[in-house]
């Protein structure tokens, strides 16, 4: 620690700082613009500007820029110096001299970071009366609006797009006084996080495009803290509505997990909320008069309002359907939270429950769960990845899969080359031109084994290509190569032994290795291999990591559930119990089933039963099929918890209440058990009470009770406020129903109002609506929230882990997997065909936001060059392919790198659904 003194007043600050994080950290006010937390310094701006005294003699001192100067101890700084406001003042004046005066009209307003700082600098007269710089603006894409003549060449957009996420479409043109950001021409942003320029960006040149399409000023947004439900990382989130429509996605930090960062679909995928494919009120194809009936919003059984009588008559129908337990199964769902998952198993009995996941997925997801829970290897967070020093990817392109996971190994490979240079010469690491000046395009380890070129390959300094069976057997090599001699590599080659002895070594090298693997090519030997990777490195005395990453924002809780109290199996079993009559009514939860079988299976299994009741918040091929269809909260309308692919639990919170007769799928299950007479759901009447029961039936779940305040948590008597205390315009929103102003709804399931009253400092972390303090108005507000900038939020970072190793070190012997695959061999009259997720498309939320949707790729099929021969197949033709009984349309992609034998198929885009991948296929 160090001891510095602003202004006459001693402070105790980290002594790896530098003074404007320094200032920032102890709770002062300095402004900046080119700063940032993740990317550091650079000096650009010239607005954190302080006088720097020798000792307390000196009274003149000099202006020094803070956020180049490092926090050392003794250090005396004044930020209310005459002069140096003077010169702070002067800067400010100097970059709005071309600044256009349309702050009322700019999508940025209200929560400006140039507002803000021109505000604290004192700037508010214009003396500039000549013509103003502009420029021409760009289209960008669907995600990102452009209007240049707002810049300020903070330069933090380039550092962020080309630096930090190692775009290469997006940069500096021209120079001086006519510096220009976009790209060579217009066109849509390259990279998978363009939309973090939105947040980047302190003025309004980049904004958000989706928000534009429906806009509402941010002050009148209704927002609550959420969690990204597209993949398997549990990013955090700050979902906003207004008139009951969600407007947009920001990020909200959490230094474990997502940091100051998202991917582009977990910011702009969240429009299928809105979408007409809705359920929104209760549909019952077996009785006609009950078809279509309204029922009260989320009502107890016992309401005794007008829809009261229609609501008891369809539960009492949907209990009659259940009444023989003996003939009930429910399905869940991994995309569906804890409470919906419990609830359902509650109700059929977890004999009865299949876990809604398809044979080989299931498999999978429990074999994560055995090889986390037996170690040596801990699951890292995406902050332990991003501290990794060597890394070993096996089959997986995390980019396409979990981008958020992706864009921290990209910050990884930096590790070492700044141990190695720029530490050594004593560089901070905050000091960011010089470090990278130092280690220039050095990287350090990063081995990526995969059947497809990836996107992290231009930071890679070792690729492999193979089939997956092979791409395990480089794993399992790499693990004898670490010491693991009890696995027969057999005649596996020698190319690959060289490849493994160099992995091993670069591994070796690192003083936190980290294995990434997937379950993107649905292969289990490629998990087996990284597991025993990741414990002859730990059994060797070094501490390596073990990251999987998984399709779906709760297959880890599911699976969890599933093998600490046991289940009915996965959909294949489901399958079975049906074909073979044991079955007349089936509950299905949040799930697609065409999504996770072949297409002639789930036709089967849904004709063999005789009642098919659907809960979920869209119309989808299943929910269509079902006799009774019940509309479900999506996630911006429910409480709940997530399971990320860490073993991270975290909350995520109703952002504003449902129309129609949609309520939580929970709820529904709920009012189902008592109407069927099940007392034990008689005292579920918040989320907390089915996390409670959840944890008391299933003691792996009980650190869920501790991830947040419960819902009678108050600050000084108050809630915390989800409508920010400058919320407008509550009479008129509601006007064309009744001129006076109606009651805020109340909220019993959590400590967060749906209103403008309310708390509205700084709440227990995992409560957070936004991030927002006096002065603050920008996202740069998290700076207020943190217990030292760039570190944790004070409290601690939201979430509890489920899964710790049961013990490492060379003292524990791990149990190693040893039955390492054949090698592949193509087959004369057939392919194996492999799933290829693309980031746009392959979720089956996100593809329904139409900037999503445009990006999507058309399905194609990827295929080696002599295969394309073979099949008499070209660049670019468009082919009509048989696969799960359905003929596709597919565009034909070669690619050399393609393994012979073997062909890919983009997973579950538009088209391409109902196919069981990985699968031996005829092509014809």
């Known amino acids: 620690m160090a001891t510095i003194y602003v202004d006459g007043k001693q402070y105790t600050v980290g002594d790896d700082l530098n003074l404007l994080q320094a200032c920032l950290s102890a709770g002062l006010n300095l402004p900046y613009f080119c700063w940032h937390p993740a990317m550091g310094s650079v000096?650009?701006?010239?607005?954190?500007?302080?006088?720097?005294?020798?000792?307390?003699?000196?009274?003149?001192?000099?202006?020094?820029?803070?956020?180049?100067?490092?926090?050392?101890?003794?250090?005396?700084?004044?930020?209310?110096?005459?002069?140096?406001?003077?010169?702070?003042?002067?800067?400010?004046?100097?970059?709005?001299?071309?600044?256009?005066?349309?702050c009322p009209v700019c999508d940025e307003g209200g929560e400006c970071h140039l507002q803000d700082m021109t505000v604290m600098t004192g700037h508010v007269y214009r003396r500039y009366r000549f013509a103003k710089r502009t420029y021409r603006d760009q289209y960008l894409g669907p995600f990102v609006n452009h209007e240049m003549n707002r810049c300020i060449q903070c330069f933090r957009c380039v550092r962020f797009y080309n630096d930090y996420a190692n775009g290469r479409d997006l940069g500096v043109l021209r120079a001086h006084d006519e510096v220009y950001f976009g790209r060579s021409e217009p066109g849509v942003l390259e990279s998978e996080f363009s939309?973090?320029?939105?947040?980047?960006?302190?003025?309004?040149?980049?904004?958000?495009?989706?928000?534009?399409?429906?806009?509402?000023?941010?002050?009148?947004?209704?927002?609550?803290?959420?969690?990204?439900?597209?993949?398997?990382?549990?990013?955090?989130?700050?979902?906003?509505e207004r008139y009951g429509m969600l407007r947009r996605i920001r990020n909200r930090f959490n230094g474990a997990v997502n940091g100051y960062f998202l991917c582009d679909r977990g910011r702009y995928g969240y429009e299928f909320v809105n979408d007409d494919r809705r359920i929104r009120q209760p549909s019952d194809k077996g009785t006609p008069e009950a078809a279509g009936t309204r029922t009260a919003q989320a009502p107890a059984p016992t309401d005794g309002g007008a829809a009261a009588p229609a609501r008891r008559a369809m539960l009492a129908r949907l209990a009659g359907l259940i009444k023989d337990p003996t003939y009930v199964i429910g399905i869940g769902s991994p995309r569906a939270s804890l409470e919906a998952n419990f609830a359902l198993r509650e109700l059929v009995g977890p004999e009865r429950f299949y876990t809604g996941m398809g044979e080989l997925d299931e498999r999978l997801a429990r074999l994560i769960v055995d090889i986390l829970q037996r170690g040596p290897a801990r699951s890292p967070s995406l902050e332990d990845v991003r501290a990794a020093d060597a890394v070993f990817v096996l089959g997986d392109d995390p980019t396409q899969y979990a981008p958020v996971l992706a864009l921290a190994?990209?910050?990884?490979?930096?590790?070492?080359?700044?141990?190695?240079?720029?530490?050594?010469?004593?560089?901070?690491?905050?000091?960011?031109?010089?470090?990278?000046?130092?280690?220039?395009?050095?990287?350090?380890?990063?081995?990526?084994?995969?059947?497809?070129?990836?996107?992290?390959?231009?930071?890679?300094?070792?690729?492999?290509?193979?089939?997956?069976?092979?791409?395990?057997?480089?794993?399992?090599?790499?693990?004898?190569?670490?010491?693991?001699?009890?696995?027969?590599?057999?005649?596996?080659?020698?190319?690959?032994?060289?490849?493994?002895?160099?992995?091993?070594?670069?591994?070796?090298?690192?003083?936190?290795?980290?294995?990434?693997?997937?379950?993107?090519?649905?292969?289990?030997?490629?998990?087996?291999?990284?597991?025993?990777?990741?414990?002859?490195?730990?059994?060797?005395?070094?501490?390596?990591?073990?990251?999987?990453?998984?399709?779906?924002?709760?297959?880890?809780?599911?699976?969890?559930?599933?093998?600490?109290?046991?289940?009915?199996?996965?959909?294949?079993?489901?399958?079975?119990?049906?074909?073979?009559?044991?079955?007349?009514?089936?509950?299905?939860?949040?799930?697609?089933?065409?999504?996770?079988?072949?297409?002639?299976?789930?036709?089967?299994f849904l004709g063999a039963v005789k009642h098919v009741i659907a809960l979920d918040s869209l119309l989808n091929p299943t929910s269509r099929a079902a006799e009774i269809a019940l509309p479900a909260s999506a996630f911006a309308e429910a409480d709940g918890t997530l399971v990320n692919s860490e073993g991270r639990a975290q909350r995520f919170y109703q952002v504003f209440p449902p129309g129609g007769e949609i309520q939580e799928s929970w709820r529904w299950l709920r009012d189902i058990g008592l109407a069927a007479g099940r007392t034990q759901f008689g005292s579920w009447n918040s989320p907390d009470d089915v996390s409670a029961a959840l944890a008391a039936a299933l003691p792996v779940f009980r650190p869920i009770l501790e991830i947040a305040p419960p819902a009678s948590f108050r600050i000084a008597g108050q809630k915390i406020?989800?409508?920010?205390?400058?919320?407008?315009?509550?009479?008129?929103?509601?006007?064309?129903?009744?001129?006076?102003?109606?009651?805020?709804?109340?909220?019993?399931?959590?400590?967060?109002?749906?209103?403008?009253?309310?708390?509205?400092?700084?709440?227990?972390?995992?409560?957070?609506?936004?991030?927002?303090?006096?002065?603050?108005?920008?996202?740069?507000?998290?700076?207020?929230?943190?217990?030292?900038?760039?570190?944790?939020?004070?409290?601690?970072?939201?979430?509890?882990?489920?899964?710790?190793?049961?013990?490492?070190?060379?003292?524990?012997?791990?149990?190693?997997?040893?039955?390492?695959?054949?090698?592949?061999?193509?087959?004369?009259?057939?392919?194996?065909?492999?799933?290829?997720?693309?980031?746009?498309?392959?979720?089956?939320?996100?593809?329904?936001?139409?900037?999503?949707?445009?990006?999507?790729?058309?399905?194609?099929?990827?295929?080696?060059?002599?295969?394309?021969?073979?099949?008499?197949?070209?660049?670019?033709?468009?082919?009509?392919?048989?696969?799960?009984?359905?003929?596709?349309?597919?565009?034909?992609?070669?690619?050399?790198?393609?393994?012979?034998?073997?062909?890919?198929?983009?997973?579950?885009?538009?088209?391409?659904?109902?196919?069981?991948?990985?699968?031996?296929?005829?092509?014809?």
């Not at 720097?52 to 009274?59: I, L, N």
């Not at 001129?739 to 709440?763: C, I, Q, R, T």
């Open 721 to 924: 406020a989800r409508e920010p205390a400058r919320y407008s315009g509550r009479t008129a929103m509601f006007a064309n129903i009744d001129v006076s102003e109606p009651k805020p709804p109340d909220d019993p399931d959590a400590p967060l109002n749906f209103s403008m009253e309310g708390f509205h400092g700084s709440p227990p972390p995992a409560l957070i609506p936004r991030f927002w303090s006096p002065g603050w108005n920008s996202v740069q507000a998290v700076n207020k929230f943190q217990e030292e900038v760039g570190g944790p939020l004070r409290g601690g970072n939201p979430g509890r882990r489920l899964i710790e190793p049961a013990g490492a070190g060379p003292a524990v012997t791990p149990a190693y997997f040893t039955a390492m695959p054949e090698p592949f061999e193509p087959r004369e009259d057939r392919w194996l065909v492999v799933p290829l997720p693309q980031i746009f498309g392959s979720d089956e939320l996100s593809v329904l936001a139409p900037g999503v949707a445009e990006l999507m790729p058309r399905p194609f099929l990827v295929l080696n060059p002599a295969d394309a021969e073979r099949l008499e197949a070209h660049e670019g033709d468009e082919r009509e392919l048989t696969l799960g009984g359905q003929p596709r349309e597919v565009v034909i992609r070669i690619l050399p790198e393609m393994p012979l034998g073997v062909a890919g198929l983009p997973a579950n885009l538009p088209g391409l659904r109902g196919i069981a991948l990985p699968i031996w296929s005829r092509l014809s």
């Open 409 to 604: 190994l990209r910050q990884s490979v930096r590790n070492q080359p700044i141990k190695q240079f720029a530490t050594r010469a004593r560089i901070p690491r905050w000091d960011d031109a010089p470090t990278r000046e130092i280690t220039q395009d050095r990287k350090g380890p990063l081995a990526i084994a995969s059947v497809t070129p990836t996107r992290l390959d231009d930071v890679a300094s070792l690729v492999y290509r193979a089939a997956p069976d092979d791409l395990a057997r480089l794993g399992f090599a790499v693990a004898e190569a670490l010491g693991a001699d009890v696995i027969d590599l057999g005649d596996i080659s020698n190319e690959v032994r060289g490849l493994a002895a160099t992995i091993a070594q670069a591994l070796r090298s690192g003083e936190k290795p980290l294995i990434v693997a997937g379950t993107e090519y649905m292969n289990e030997a490629i998990l087996q291999a990284a597991a025993d990777v990741a414990w002859a490195l730990n059994a060797a005395g070094v501490p390596a990591q073990l990251a999987f990453t998984l399709r779906e924002c709760n297959t880890l809780g599911l699976a969890l559930m599933a093998t600490a109290g046991g289940s009915g199996g996965n959909l294949g079993q489901a399958f079975y119990a049906a074909q073979n009559k044991r079955v007349d009514t089936a509950i299905i939860l949040e799930n697609d089933l065409y999504l996770r079988a072949d297409a002639v299976q789930v036709d089967g």
């Open 195 to 240: 939309g973090n320029l939105v947040e980047i960006c302190p003025t309004g040149v980049f904004t958000d495009k989706t928000l534009k399409r429906h806009y509402t000023r941010k002050w009148d947004l209704q927002t609550a803290p959420s969690i990204c439900v597209h993949c398997g990382l549990g990013c955090n989130t700050i979902p906003g």
């Open 43 to 102: 000096g650009a701006c010239r607005q954190c500007a302080v006088k720097q005294f020798r000792d307390e003699k000196d009274t003149r001192g000099r202006i020094v820029m803070a956020c180049m100067t490092p926090a050392s101890d003794g250090t005396r700084i004044a930020i209310q110096d005459p002069d140096v406001v003077a010169f702070r003042a002067s800067v400010i004046e100097w970059l709005m001299e071309n600044h256009p005066h349309d």
